[in-house]
């Protein structure tokens, strides 16, 4: 750092200082997060939505049958076959991408739901091909856009998003349309529980590991789900739940502190809250997820080029850099991965992609604001996982967690544990181990929606019904199977069969 101007290096340490989140205000920050889930579970309209989902069992890891699962994303279309054996937590995958056409993501309602019961019966075809098929198939189908889900197998959009504008769908139970639009061809299929990714990421990862007790999402959004006791949420009470039953909740706590009390934003911070689609909504998340992460960066670059004491990138056209959102969490990712002391590959990247020629001190700059945004990213992370267990009382778990910030971005899962230590003071007690452990979820989508569904088939046929709005297509079929058998040889998407 010795051939780093002075004023250079201020600025420096005058971003590691407004990203640095330092164990005091990382407890601060927890407390407030758990006072805020429990204002969630409490009240309806509250900052973090904190939705209950029907679904009221963890699974046993011996669910058995035969079940399609469905995952709606914003650029694919996944349909999966999963078959769950009589051995614990293993199972077996077929699954089939279709691309989800541009033209449909501003289309009509119906075009839509046409479009994806197409890709349905091209799979059904494809891998029945001959047989014959059983009188029900149960579905589970992952639809990760905000809806009001009073039943596991009811959902009201709120609004669209990852690019979706289609008339006649917001305000509307999704479920209807597209059953419809399968029976239209024949299908047996009944769509038995709908979830959202984080929902299913907790339970598939619950399936194969039954020391799960929370799903995360860090990657385009951040979010999480766990287990709470119908008892502790009043917004239920209402119902006459038996106290003691599970349910899952659905987080959606990418809104905590919308009200901007405790978190530590800096001015770019700001600037990306201004200038986004909805200002004053989703402040957590754009501390956090991969899709801001390059944006904060991209702005604190604009402001020391235009800040004349310091002006990076000095007498060079900066035109790329001024386009927002033209770095992602990639661009910083690469950044902190570059292995060399001299910075090459960071140069190499900053001048493929913004036509830039930085100096040595200024690749130093970028390598420390990467790390300084990266770090912080995965300290503040860790607050949300940190209420859930603080709020639960959870004395040990491992936490499922999906999403490409957490499985790419360098060093993000070991800064995350760090400040999981932090918070809860495992140092202090001398813990030589981490009670809490993040690990790599399974297929949330996949085999997380597919479990649902047999636990939702389950339930029903033991004679709890709550929550669920179409009883008929539960209690047909009768055989756990779904009338399918299992183990008959399903083959992975390269024609190879999946095992895990």
Not at 58 to 82: Q, S
Not at 99 to 108: D, Q
Not at 323 to 333: E, M
């Amino acid at each position: 750092m010795a051939d780093v101007p002075k004023n250079l290096l201020d600025q420096i340490n005058e971003l590691e200082r407004i990203f640095t989140v330092d164990r005091e205000k990382l407890k601060q920050i927890t407390d407030h997060f758990v006072s805020e889930l429990q204002r969630g579970l409490s009240e309806n309209g509250a900052t973090i939505a904190m939705n209950p989902t029907w679904v009221m069992a963890y699974p046993t890891g011996y669910e058995t049958g035969t079940y399609l699962a469905l995952d709606m994303g914003g650029t694919n279309l996944r349909v999966c076959e999963i078959d769950l054996p009589e051995e614990k937590g293993e199972f077996d995958i077929t699954q089939s991408k279709y691309r989800m056409p541009v033209e449909l993501k501003t289309g009509n309602a119906e075009e839509l739901w046409e479009y994806v019961a197409d890709c349905v019966q091209q799979f059904v075809e494809y891998h029945h091909e001959g047989e014959q098929l059983p009188k029900k198939l149960h579905l589970g189908f992952t639809f990760s856009y905000p809806a009001t889900q009073n039943y596991i197998d009811h959902a009201i959009l709120q609004r669209w998003t990852k690019g979706f504008d289609i008339d006649g769908v917001e305000g509307k139970d999704v479920v209807p349309m597209f059953e419809a639009a399968l029976a239209k061809r024949g299908l047996p299929i009944k769509v038995t529980a709908i979830l959202n990714d984080t929902v299913g990421t907790l339970i598939a990862s619950a399936y194969t590991d039954d020391q799960t007790k929370i799903g995360c999402i860090f990657g385009t959004g951040c979010n999480a789900a766990y287990m709470e006791n119908c008892g502790s949420i009043p917004k239920l009470a209402h119902l006459e739940l038996d106290p003691d039953a599970p349910m899952a909740i659905n987080c959606e706590y990418g809104a905590f502190d919308n009200e901007h009390k405790v978190l530590p934003r800096t001015p770019y911070d700001i600037i990306i809250d201004r200038d986004s689609p909805r200002p004053g909504q989703q402040a957590f998340e754009k501390m956090v997820s991969g899709l801001y992460l390059g944006e904060i960066f991209r702005l604190a670059l604009v402001s020391l080029h235009d800040n004349p004491d310091v002006n990076i990138f000095a007498g060079q056209g900066v035109s790329k850099l001024r386009k927002p959102y033209s770095l992602d969490a990639s661009f910083l990712s690469q950044i902190e991965e570059d292995p060399y002391e001299n910075l090459l590959e960071t140069a190499d990247l900053i001048s493929t992609t913004l036509s830039l020629t930085p100096s040595k001190p200024e690749l130093e700059l970028c390598r420390r604001l990467a790390e300084a945004i990266g770090t912080r990213a995965a300290r503040l992370s860790a607050c949300g996982v940190a209420a859930i267990v603080k709020k639960k009382g959870i004395q040990a778990c491992h936490v499922g967690a999906d999403g490409s910030v957490f499985e790419k971005y360098p060093h993000f899962k070991a800064r995350g544990a760090h400040a999981l230590r932090e918070i809860l003071d495992w140092d202090e007690h001398g813990l030589k181990q981490d009670p809490v452990v993040l690990y790599t979820s399974e297929d949330g989508s996949g085999l997380g929606a597919a479990v649902v569904a047999a636990l939702t088939v389950k339930r029903v046929r033991e004679g709890h019904r709550e929550g669920v709005r179409n009883l008929d297509g539960l209690l047909l079929g009768g055989a756990d199977t779904n009338g399918v058998e299992p183990g008959r040889g399903v083959v992975g998407v390269d024609g190879v069969k999946e095992e895990r």
